[in-house]
């Protein structure tokens, strides 16, 4: 064995441990449905908070900076005073807890909000929260492609997760093209930035058919290609690397879910 | 190459069937080949690459939507508007596949997962709308037992718009909302889904379909095999959709609007039904902020006279009201309050049985009682 060989060999190897220390993506995925669940079911609000804000002080420190993820929080606050809104104004039973807006001279009070409103308000904020958090860590903690390939070493058709695979790989591609397109657009005077009721309709209307046309050929040339090697003809494949399911990982779930059961309960 | 010297013939025989024109194929590393599968490869390509462009644009819609509800000043509503753009990408997957059953729910997961994975600001929960939007397509053209009527594909389109309303309304709402709200948002979203979800691709695929870009594939009809399955498929969702209704309407039947459970530490558990019970009229005030109500007649079954019926187990008891699901709002009691009390009366209030707490607060006057809970826990 050349040296160079050797070298690379080693390098696999590194990379196929490390993915095998790594926990198995479709179990954390599970795990993340299941914590997705228990939110769903918690009425406790202390405990709900707790895991919620453990768990931005993670993605924050951890993952991502403020600034980086600053519009995925702009969308979370502008859902989330919906949900109060809509809550505050819809729930009119248990206690009178304040006015919104106090009584001023001889006008008001207007906006009564009343306990059982102001509670299913936190409680539906804290759920909505809870899933995107928890959402937030998976995505930035997962390769997408060894997900797609996890889902084929749990014996999922290849076929079904190479399309998740193919999906994945093509969106930067696709996202690229949309970019050339709108750069043609604008060179031509036609305002296609998505900050203007008129320029995201513009982007839109002259956008779509181009693309289509151009994604169209794309499939052309991708089936022609993998029909040309064959893809499909065998029930196996054989995957670059692997993603066994390790009972490890199935422990982890156990221990999860269960705490998170006792949690319900207790 | 061990096995380049054996003849073609011998090769295709042992790795049942693999074609004689790869000789290179070594036949330990081959298990069996593949039968004739139900979704053709540019069938998956078609899905995969056009989910991904509708998890791109998705993006872009949601930017048109926040802006559209910007202007209008309700955040919540607007954006219904375009919820048809979600779905248009779904129907446009199914008319390119040849109308083939369960290619817009693989394209609904498959979309899911991207947006998903490239940051959807709604994580986990797009994967559950997106494919619930083209779960509901299949069912509805499975109903309809027609995928070739371009009218029914609107309709089903339609309901996939609808689909998003009623899943928000299910996972961040309750039913406090005002139905005849809920009904114009999903009214709004249906017509969405059928014109810009259900219209708009049809014509766009019938614009590209005379053009050369669809040439090249030539689809295969399905094979009798997979045509069985469906078949079989279609009757049992038919079969389980009929039930569940059938089944609904039961429940609805049995959890009749006007009776009461009780329940609890009682001898005597029954279900309360308002016409059974001798009734009295009492006076009664309604204090609240918000909707007051003048002093005026009620006529209803004293709360002491339906508990004694159930005869409690202790001297001294709760006794919790609770209001119907989704809503679970309670109020308590302590018996020694209620005991041979006529100011507590259950009373059949425009077709809603309500508690009639004279001298109480209105937050007390707990409408739509479901159960009469008797507790130990006396306060």
Redesign the interface.
Same mark, same amino acid.
């Given at each position: 064995m050349s040296g160079a060989v050797k070298i690379s060999r080693e390098l696999i190897d590194v990379k196929l441990e490390a993915s095998s220390n790594a926990t198995n993506p479709v179990i954390k995925f599970i795990a993340i449905i299941a914590i997705a669940v228990y939110y769903f079911m918690i009425t406790d609000l202390y405990r709900m908070y707790l895991l919620i804000f453990a768990i931005l002080i993670y993605y924050n420190f951890k993952a991502l900076p403020y600034q980086v993820a600053k519009p995925k929080y702009r969308f979370l606050i502008i859902f989330s005073l919906l949900i109060v809104i809509v809550q505050l104004a819809a729930s009119r039973q248990g206690d009178l807890v304040f006015f919104l807006i106090p009584k001023i001279f001889n006008l008001g009070p207007f906006f009564p909000i009343y306990q059982k409103g102001l509670f299913y308000a936190i409680l539906f904020v804290g759920r909505f929260w809870g899933v995107i958090t928890i959402s937030w860590v998976f995505i930035d903690s997962t390769n997408p492609f060894d997900f797609a390939q996890s889902l084929t070493n749990l014996k999922v058709p290849y076929r079904l997760a190479y399309s998740l695979s193919l999906a994945l790989r093509f969106t930067p591609v696709l996202n690229n093209e949309i970019t050339v397109i709108r750069n043609a657009q604008q060179t031509r005077g036609l305002n296609s930035t998505p900050n203007s009721i008129k320029g995201t309709y513009n982007l839109l209307k002259f956008t779509l058919f181009p693309i289509i046309s151009s994604t169209l050929n794309r499939i052309k040339d991708i089936t022609l290609s993998m029909e040309g090697r064959a893809f499909g003809l065998y029930v196996d494949r054989t995957p670059l690397k692997e993603m066994p399911l390790q009972i490890l990982d199935i422990i982890q779930l156990f221990v999860l879910i269960l705490l998170l059961m006792l949690l319900l309960m207790f | 190459m061990n096995d380049g010297s054996r003849k073609p013939k011998e090769i295709s025989d042992s790795i049942g069937g693999?074609?004689s024109h790869?000789p290179w194929i070594r036949p330990d590393l =081959?298990?069996?080949?593949?039968k004739e599968?139900y979704?053709q490869?540019?069938d998956?390509?078609?899905?995969?690459?056009?989910?991904?462009?509708g998890?791109?644009?998705s993006t %872009?819609?949601g930017?048109?939507a926040?802006?559209?509800n910007s202007?209008i000043g309700i955040?919540?509503g607007g954006g219904q508007i375009l919820a048809g753009?979600h779905i248009f990408w779904l129907v446009?997957i199914f008319l390119l596949t040849d109308r083939k059953v369960g290619v817009t729910f693989?394209a609904g997961v498959?979309k899911g %997962? =991207?947006e998903?994975?490239?940051?959807n600001?709604?994580?986990?929960?797009v994967i559950l709308l997106s494919s619930s939007q083209g779960l509901i397509i299949e069912l509805v053209l499975i109903l309809f037992l027609s995928t070739k009527r371009n009218s029914i594909v609107a309709i089903a389109a339609g309901f996939a718009g609808l689909s998003n309303v009623l899943l928000q309304q299910i996972?961040?709402?309750?039913s406090?909302?005002?139905f005849t709200f809920l009904a114009m948002i999903g009214i709004i979203s249906f017509i969405s889904g059928m014109t810009l979800g259900g219209i708009f691709p049809i014509s766009?695929f019938f614009g590209?379909k005379q053009a050369s870009?669809?040439q090249?594939?030539k689809p295969k009809s399905i094979s009798p095999r997979y045509a069985r399955n469906i078949k079989t498929i279609r009757i049992s969702i038919i079969v389980i959709i009929l039930l569940a209704e059938f089944s609904l309407i039961a429940f609805l039947v049995l959890q009749h609007k006007n009776s009461i459970q009780i329940t609890g530490e009682v001898y005597n558990p029954y279900t309360f039904y308002v016409s059974d019970f001798p009734h009295i009229t009492i006076e009664a005030e309604l204090t609240s902020?918000?909707?007051p109500q003048p002093p005026r007649n009620y006529t209803g079954v004293p709360l002491h006279v339906i508990l004694e019926h159930a005869q409690p187990k202790f001297q001294f008891y709760g006794i919790l009201l609770k209001a119907r699901a989704p809503?679970l709002?309670s109020v308590m009691f302590n018996s020694t309050v209620v005991d041979n009390n006529d100011k507590f009366i259950i009373a059949l209030v425009d077709g809603v049985l309500r508690l009639i707490a004279s001298e109480y607060h209105g937050?007390y006057w707990?409408y739509d009682i479901g159960t009469i809970e008797v507790t130990t826990i006396a306060f």
């Open positions: - | 693999s074609p790869i =081959v298990k069996h080949k593949k599968p979704f490869t540019s998956l390509v078609i899905i995969a690459l056009f989910s991904s462009l998890g791109i644009f %872009f819609i930017y048109l926040n802006l559209l202007l955040p919540f753009l446009f693989s498959l %997962f =991207v998903f994975f490239t940051g600001a709604h994580g986990l929960l996972l961040f709402f309750n406090q909302i005002p766009i590209f870009l669809l090249w594939r902020e918000y909707f809503d709002y937050t707990i």
